[in-house]
């Protein structure tokens, strides 16, 4: 599944360009909405295989500036220095100030390995989509973690909700009502101030709305509604909450 698009904001992808990139510009354009193209090429060596593999890299981005054109896609072509990953990091630093508000996307399909890689530890940095299109032309992505596993204490009121959410999935319940979510919290809750008189505050409905809403925002949980009227609002883990969860737990053995 794919994140959720902002339509309001400019959709740029940058490709890492191989000898099949006009390939890949055609599954992506059956899945994303692609505004504006960039296309990452590496300069190669001088020997007759690099020159070979540079002219059918060439060709290729040609096929796919010409199907861009027929669709409305904007594109631009960046050849940056093969080994030189600061040249790299810096164009994407560039691409992101020309453009502030946009979508990143990074197709790291094709290109030299340092290439991809670069691209994907920029994702990290400025909260790109990556993916990548297998030989079967199907696309996967790369999940990248929003939130470092040292920002969520095990002993604290993150975790236990990641973990409540996977205690009852493991009895059946892969999404929880919400209510039901914060009783079972407010049995354990222990926030992070002084104690008064021995006691710790009673867990308030709306600090448990802003707990929730960072899990959602770091896309570690997801809430929907069990009617149509947004009634009974339910809570479950992500595929990343999953496993953000399973991390922290074995770690803390």
Known sequence: ?????????????????????????????????IDTLVILKTMLGKSE???????NIENSIRLLRSKAKEIGVATNVITVSEDNANEIRDEIL????????AEFYFNITGGKKILSLNLFTMA????????????????????????HSDNLDPNGSYFSILSILFSLSNQGKQAVLYSEVYEKL????RPS?????????????GTFSK????????????????????????????HDGVFTFNFINRNRR
């Not at 740029?12 to 510009?25: K, P, Q």
């Not at 696309?139 to 929003?146: A, G």
Request: hydrophobic share 35%; with cysteine.
């Open 211 to 238: 707990l929730v809403r960072y899990l959602i925002e770091h896309s570690l949980i997801e809430e929907e509604y069990k009617t149509s009227n947004h009634r009974n609002k339910l809570l479950k883990l992500t």
């Open 1 to 33: 599944m794919s994140s959720k698009l902002d339509v309001d904001k400019e959709c740029l992808h940058i490709f890492s360009a191989g000898r099949s990139v006009d390939s890949t510009f055609i599954q992506a354009v059956k899945r994303y909405r």
């Open 193 to 205: 101030t002084q104690r008064s008189k021995g006691k710790y505050p009673k867990l308030r409905r």
């Open 49 to 55: 295989s690099d020159k070979k593999e540079d002219m």
């Open 94 to 101: 560039r691409l992101k100030g020309d453009f502030p508000d």
């Open 186 to 189: 407010s049995e354990i809750y």
């Open 124 to 147: 990290v940095w400025i909260d790109a989509i990556v993916y990548y299109v297998d030989i079967n032309e199907n696309i996967l992505e790369f999940t990248i973690p929003r939130i």
